[in-house]
């Protein structure tokens, strides 16, 4: 598996990590909330030297209940962001995470190398659209709702079916529409409760059957602190239990916070499969 990000052709077989920078004020894990320019930099700085494949810049706090904001000020948020940390580290490949076409298309053309989009394409009818024009990868993920009302929109009547099901027709629509460098993100935490996570986390293996590269996102998530009783500040030894779950499942990317623990799962449990 590869994906074409700016014409580099980024090798999957083995897994990926990419560090998360959130560029808002109120993102759940407060250590993760970086505002200011030096701040934006040097957490990029330190995540490029511990090794992470992609940085995702995301300036809309998706956690659930969190404020609706308007699309000018995400852009505000994420446009210097990506600007500054491209002047400083040109050949950073950085995925934009946004539902908004006009957030995508922007961050795009300002470097942006892939769109991480929480919706899958349901919340901005114009966003698969905008993808197949920009030709970079997507990373479509499984929710139901919006980030405001998610937690009330978890009944499942078979949960791995209805995932299934939900990307299938979204892959078909992406490939109808030109899209063809496609990451799939199950959404712990997304429309889900806790009973969920784990048994989203326990049959993960069944959606390599999509053929396509899936990516997980349990880092220091309310599945981890919640059942260890403990803060998201002290959840990085959970995260990286449930990180190597996910790689012996066939993780090809992980989507971290800490990235040095992140590539230390990668080094040993590839040790395993060799």
């Known amino acids: 598996m590869f994906l074409n990000c700016k014409g580099n052709l980024i090798d999957l077989s083995t897994p990926k990590v990419m560090g998360i920078l959130n560029i808002t004020p109120d993102s759940f894990y407060a250590e993760s909330r970086k505002v200011s320019e030096k701040s934006i930099l040097d957490t990029a700085e330190k995540m490029l030297t511990e090794g992470a494949d992609f940085l995702d810049i995301g300036g809309y706090s998706s956690r659930p209940g969190a404020k609706d904001i308007s699309e000018e000020e995400e852009l505000q948020r994420v446009l210097p962001a990506i600007r500054s940390i491209l002047s400083e580290f040109p050949e950073a490949l950085i995925s934009i995470d946004t539902f908004r076409s006009k957030i995508a298309e922007a961050s795009v053309n300002y470097g942006a190398s892939i769109i991480n989009d929480i919706s899958a394409g349901k919340l901005d009818e114009r966003m698969l659209n905008t993808v197949a024009k920009l030709q970079v990868p997507y990373v479509m993920m499984h929710m139901k709702g919006s980030p405001q009302n998610m937690k009330e ?60 590269p899936v990516l997980a996102g349990v880092s220091r998530k309310s599945m981890i602190w919640k059942t260890l009783k403990v803060e998201p500040s002290e959840a990085l030894n959970g995260s990286t239990s449930l990180n190597t779950v996910a790689l012996l499942k066939g993780a090809k990317i992980l989507r971290v916070h800490d990235v040095k623990e992140a590539k230390e799962c990668i080094k040993l449990t590839g040790e395993l499969t060799n």
């Open 153 to 212: 929109l978890n009944q499942y009547e078979d949960l791995l079916k209805e995932i299934i099901f939900y990307f299938s027709e979204r892959i078909n629509t992406a490939r109808k529409l030109g899209i063809s460098d496609i990451i799939l993100d199950p959404g712990f935490g997304f429309a889900k409760n806790m009973q969920q996570n784990f048994e989203l986390l326990s049959k993960f293996e069944l959606l390599n059957n999509l053929n396509l």
